[in-house]
């Protein structure tokens, strides 16, 4: 069984920066891309960055200049780091994962979708 743990949210004020964690763990045989998405009361998710297994990344528009996301595969743990915070980053923040957890989808090179709790993350004064 596959878990994705996040960490790092919080309250923080407008312009501070957090750092959200996601650690994947559990009966992993490969990671395929990963991302964070968020979700504000009313919204629907969106995606925010994802990083392939090769390093490339995408961005939303709203985030691009002011949120990094990186991984290091060693410890299958993706990251994003969240400069020049605005109130309307509000929103619970989930990590996403393609994860390959059997033999079945190594030899069919597919990969599960697994997702974490969520991580609230507050912008406000």
């Known amino acids: 069984q596959v878990q994705l743990v996040e960490s790092g949210g919080g309250l923080v004020q407008p312009g501070g920066s957090l750092r959200l964690s996601c650690a994947a763990s559990?009966?992993?045989?490969?990671?395929?891309?990963m991302g964070w998405y968020r979700q504000a009361p009313g919204h629907q998710r969106e995606l925010v960055a994802s990083?392939?297994?090769?390093?490339?990344?995408n961005y939303a528009d709203s985030v691009k200049g002011r949120f990094t996301i990186s991984r290091d595969n060693a410890k299958n743990t993706v990251y994003l780091q969240m400069n020049s915070l605005k109130p309307e980053d509000t929103a619970v923040y989930y990590c996403?994962?393609?994860?390959?957890?059997?033999?079945?989808?190594?030899?069919?090179?597919?990969?599960?979708?697994?997702w974490g709790q969520g991580t609230q993350v507050t912008v406000s004064s």
């Open positions: 996403n994962a393609g994860i390959r957890t059997t033999m079945g989808q190594i030899l069919s090179r597919n990969y599960g979708d697994y």
């Open positions: 559990g009966s992993i045989f490969g990671i395929n891309a």
């Open positions: 990083i392939t297994s090769g390093g490339n990344t």
